[in-house]
């Protein structure tokens, strides 16, 4: 598909930059990759968040701030380090 735009001298050589491109329809074609790439994001990061302490309960449940020699629980057939 063939288009034609009228884009910012400064923004589209910011682009050519930032993705190494060596022509300006790389630069074009692995911007508009990225968007796609990136589009999960505006959905993740608008949902609503638990609690900090729900997160940090569900990660961790046995830490306390107080327990400075706190380590997560291992199974049997890995290591615990001193």
């Keep these: 598909m063939k288009l034609t ?3 910012d001298e400064k923004l589209f050589s910011r682009v050519m930059d930032i993705t ?3 022509t300006e329809a790389e630069a074009v074609k692995m911007a508009f ?7 999960w994001m505006k959905d993740f990061f608008s949902r609503p968040r ?12 046995d830490y306390t701030p107080d ?3 706190w380590r997560p629980q291992h199974r049997d057939t890995v ?4």
């Design 50 to 61: 638990p609690p900090a302490e729900e997160l940090a309960a569900a990660i961790a449940p």
């Design 5 to 7: 735009v009228d884009v």
């Design 20 to 22: 190494s491109a060596k």
């Design 33 to 39: 990759e990225e968007v796609v790439s990136t589009d």
């Design 67 to 69: 327990d400075h020699g």
């Design 79 to 82: 290591t615990a380090h001193p």
